[in-house]
């Protein structure tokens, strides 16, 4: 079983940066492909991006495209997501997550082992 323990978050101003961490326990983590996700109140979870188990490959949704990027470090089992120029758009809290089935990276139900969350605000 993996653990996954997100870190990051906060409050920000419009335009402004953060960056999340995601640190996992266990031995597979490079096996992994690794996503996030997000859930702002009242809505449903959604897609944010997601890097292939090596970090070679990577995907986001069209609304972050350009402005976050996914990167993962197999040697200290952790994964990031830099975000700049946030909008009060992207207000949610942010889970990470493990690939472990299906080809669709997009897809939440292809993800086993999830983070609890780290709450984003951004200010307008």
């Known amino acids: 079983q993996v653990q996954l323990v997100e870190s990051g978050g906060g409050l920000v101003q419009a335009g402004g940066s953060l960056r999340l961490s995601c640190a996992t326990s266990g031995r597979t983590f490079s096996s992994y492909a690794m996503g996030w996700f997000r859930q702002a109140t009242g809505k449903a979870r959604e897609f944010v991006a997601a890097?292939?188990?090596?970090?070679?490959?990577?995907y986001y949704a069209d609304s972050v495209k350009g402005r976050f990027t996914i990167s993962r470090d197999n040697v200290k089992k952790t994964v990031y997501l830099q975000m700049n120029n946030m909008k009060p758009g992207d207000t949610a809290v942010y889970y990470c997550?493990?690939?472990?089935?299906?080809?669709?990276?997009?897809?939440?139900?292809?993800?086993?082992?999830w983070g609890q969350g780290t709450q984003v605000t951004v200010s307008s």
């Open positions: 890097v292939s188990w090596n970090g070679g490959v990577t």
């Open positions: 997550a493990t690939k472990n089935s299906g080809s669709d990276y997009f897809e939440a139900r292809n993800y086993g082992n």
